[in-house]
């Protein structure tokens, strides 16, 4: 974990975005920015698009702090909540981002690698609301979002670990929600494919973009305006919101059907 880097400034409501320096986890820090908060950055490898995220949310007035940690060692992530804290005081929002898409199967999954896909896409994350839920000093409206994965409507043997922890975390989304309300909203974003993954080039991202049933794919801006409904939702909780332009209605097949952009 990287020594915080704070901004002066006016003081705004506190985010903590994991996997926030790049793809979807900038454009949610941008936005949440744009719309008044301030940021605790984390990444782990991205120490550089860190770097370039905060200046570019110092240069909107907004406070940031960058803070490294690694999410396959869950028992850091309470530390990760403190440090954002002392920087930029109570937290008011927890967007729980990032996460890794790993192939394997029931058949060739091994104890190591079921604990490294769900340390990260699971365990983090549930250590990570317990540390937020357990702040002293807790602001008012208060919420947690955890970013899923349409996959859950049709997962994949194929992944099998990742959609085992994301099918837990949404359990966990629905039972954080009852538990801590009514201090603290809970909810879950399931996306679809929004940018290249993989091996995919330009052309193959296009062709699964346009294969999907809206007749067009998703931009990290659908996913925004996801985040911004929530939070201007103070009577939503529980709720899992499903943005992929039609994907899961493909059935549970859409993995062959989209396999070409894997």
């Known amino acids: 974990m990287t020594s915080p880097s704070p901004t002066s400034g006016k003081a705004g409501p506190a ?13 949610i820090a941008l936005a949440l920015a744009e719309d008044g ?10 120490a550089d698009e860190a770097a370039a995220l905060a200046a570019d949310i110092q240069a909107m007035g907004r406070r940031t702090v960058i803070l490294r940690a690694d999410l396959a060692k869950p028992e850091r992530m309470a530390s990760l909540v403190e440090e954002a804290h002392a920087t930029l005081g109570p937290l008011s929002l927890l967007v729980n981002n990032a996460s890794v898409l790993a192939k394997d199967s029931l058949s060739t999954m091994t104890l190591r690698s079921w604990r490294t896909i769900t340390d990260v ?29 349409q996959q859950m409507s049709a997962p994949s043997p194929r992944f099998f670990s990742y959609a085992v922890a994301k099918i837990g975390l949404e359990g966990a989304t629905r039972l954080a929600a009852f538990e ?4 603290i909203r809970v909810n879950g974003i399931a ?26 794919g998703l931009g990290s801006e659908d996913i925004v305006r996801a985040v911004r409904y ?7 909780t529980g709720e899992v919101m499903i943005v992929d332009s039609g994907q899961r ?14």
């Open 15 to 27: 985010a903590l975005v994991t996997g926030a320096a790049r793809r979807l986890g900038r454009a």
């Open 37 to 46: 908060f301030d940021l605790a950055i984390h990444h782990n490898r991205s």
């Open 121 to 149: 896409n699971l365990t983090s994350q549930i250590v990570l609301m317990q540390a937020f839920a357990s702040q002293p000093d807790l602001p008012a409206h208060a919420s947690i979002i955890n970013m899923l994965d």
């Open 180 to 183: 801590l309300a009514p201090r």
């Open 191 to 216: 996306p679809g494919l929004v940018l290249r993954s993989g091996a995919q080039t330009d052309e193959t991202y296009r062709d699964v973009q346009g294969r999907m049933p809206l007749g067009e």
């Open 230 to 236: 929530l939070l201007a939702s103070p009577h939503v």
């Open 249 to 262: 209605l493909i059935g549970p097949g859409n993995t062959r059907f989209l396999r070409a952009g894997e």
